[in-house]
């Protein structure tokens, strides 16, 4: 598999899951994210499977496209990973009800 579809494939896995957490977290308002347990668990998941899914991606398709904060999203899940009880809920609360928007743009458009 050469690079372009080994980026196509990491950047169609990180899409569907952005998906999936716009599909189960779009309606959800701060405190009724706070108390759903297993929610948090799959949200929390998904975010870490997208940030795998970027390390796999090519340095130079990451190079091409600057506005993808690649290190921060790697940064995000090395503190779900290993700080996993000292994760700040409102900060995770506003990547999925902002931030998860623009992403997915970002990667939609890498696929055009």
């Known amino acids: 598999m050469d690079n372009k579809d080994r980026d196509l494939y990491y950047v169609s896995k990180i899409i569907k899951d952005l998906n999936f957490l716009?599909?189960?977290?779009?309606?959800?308002?701060?405190?009724?994210f706070n108390k759903d347990e297993v929610l948090l668990d799959s949200i929390l998941f998904r975010l870490i499977q997208i940030s795998e899914n970027i390390k796999n991606i090519s340095l130079e398709l990451k190079s091409k496209n600057t506005q993808i904060p690649w290190i921060n999203i790697v940064g995000f899940?090395?503190?779900i990973v290993h700080d996993?009880?000292?994760?700040?809920?409102t900060v995770v609360y506003y990547v999925i009800s902002k931030s998860i928007y623009e992403l997915k743009s970002f990667f939609e458009n890498i696929i055009q």
Request: glycine share 4%.
């Open 22 to 32: 716009i599909e189960h977290t779009q309606k959800l308002n701060e405190d009724d």
């Open 77 to 79: 899940r090395n503190k």
């Open 84 to 89: 996993y009880g000292k994760v700040d809920l």
